[in-house]
């Protein structure tokens, strides 16, 4: 019997008589200062009612009042706000998000990020010319907390429908914000996985990947934040996003002999080793170690340079080889 919990059940609209084409749903917790931001670029795009469900779902937040920041944007009740009755992490926020969407396709937008101008637009195109296709994306700038362009998403081909192959498996090119599902897929293939909390976005990725295939624009239509507060950045600290990569790699493996443990492997150390230079001070030492453990995991035997700087070396030479090494942005998405 298999220990994994089962995928949520996203039940079919049928309460519904008439449905909008798009449901904007906003997942939020203790990030209300960026939210104001993130509703004015959806609202910039308001088709209106009739064709776009608007709607903030908080995670039981401790530290601020996205409710406020709702109703002095949206005094008329344009968007509407829910709030979770206990705190579930962003898993289970994502699948109240889902449940609750009325729209035919599902754009989760996370409190702290925000839409370019034609977003919406340009992937209602991507849908109308694909109708089979269960999912959508965009490439997206990355910013820091006061909105500042670091870097910009991957290039994802966009000749026709995405395939699934085997590098999706190592890399995940994707960022939540430039994403949108239909709602069917979620009813038919279910809805996040709480077995992961990372990488759940790209688990159901690859779940629709495998089962109708992706449309990517090499538009760049929507920005996603990076900061040390988010949970991305918090699981960067302990290397426990790249532990959840290898969890759902070894998992996608044992259905897909092609996959190489070894091309992970050395692709997760390699990140470890780039996560490990961002935590070069005093005050960053347990998270410095914590993904040097990683690394060491991950490529334990001598192989190049890297390792001979890790195994011969000092810490003050092997954190100076580290500053030379540029920080990568992590390869997902999911925050907190």
């Keep these: 019997m298999s220990s994994q919990p089962p995928l949520p059940t996203i039940t079919p609209r049928s309460d519904c008589p008439t449905r909008p084409l798009w449901s904007v749903m906003i997942p939020t917790f203790n990030c209300a200062h960026y939210l104001g931001e993130t509703l004015a670029s959806v609202l910039d795009q308001d088709p209106g009612p009739a064709h776009m469900q608007i709607e903030v779902v908080d995670d039981c937040s401790t530290k601020d009042n996205p409710e406020a ?14 709030r979770r009755s206990v705190n579930g992490g962003v898993v289970a926020n994502f699948n109240t998000c889902v449940s609750r969407s009325r729209g035919h396709l599902v754009h989760l937008l996370h409190g702290d990020d925000q839409v370019l101008p034609c977003f919406y637009k340009a992937v209602e195109q991507l849908a109308k010319h694909h109708p089979s296709a ?3 994306t965009t490439r997206a700038l ?8 670091s870097s910009v998403s991957p290039l994802v081909p966009a000749k026709g429908p995405l395939e699934l192959t085997d590098d999706y498996f190592y890399i995940n090119p994707f960022l939540t914000p430039t994403v949108v599902v239909r709602r069917s897929f979620y009813e038919n293939h279910g809805g996040y996985n709480s077995a992961f909390s990372h990488v759940a976005d790209w688990e159901m990725w690859l779940r629709a990947l495998k089962n109708g295939g992706a449309v990517a624009t090499p538009q760049i239509l929507a920005a996603y934040r990076f900061f040390q507060a988010n949970d991305t950045a918090r ?5 426990d996003n790249l532990k959840e ?9 044992k259905e897909r002999p092609s996959l190489d443990i070894r091309r992970m492997r050395i692709h997760l150390g390699s990140a470890a080793f780039s996560q490990a230079s961002r935590f070069l001070s005093p005050e960053d030492h347990d ?6 453990r990683f690394y060491w995991r991950m490529l334990g035997r001598p192989a190049g340079f890297v390792d001979l700087l890790g195994r011969k070396l000092s810490r003050n030479l092997f954190s100076l080889a580290l500053s030379l090494v540029p920080t990568r942005t992590p390869d997902t998405v ?3």
Excluded: C, M, W
């Design 245 to 253: 990569y290898l969890q759902l790699f070894i998992r996608e493996a």
């Design 287 to 292: 998270a410095y170690v914590a993904n040097r």
């Design 134 to 136: 269960p999912l959508f």
């Design 334 to 336: 999911s925050k907190h």
């Design 142 to 149: 990355i910013i820091d907390e006061t909105g500042v362009v």
């Design 69 to 82: 920041v709702v109703r002095k944007l949206s005094p008329n009740g344009r968007v509407t706000f829910h």
């Design 235 to 239: 699981l960067i600290r302990t290397a």
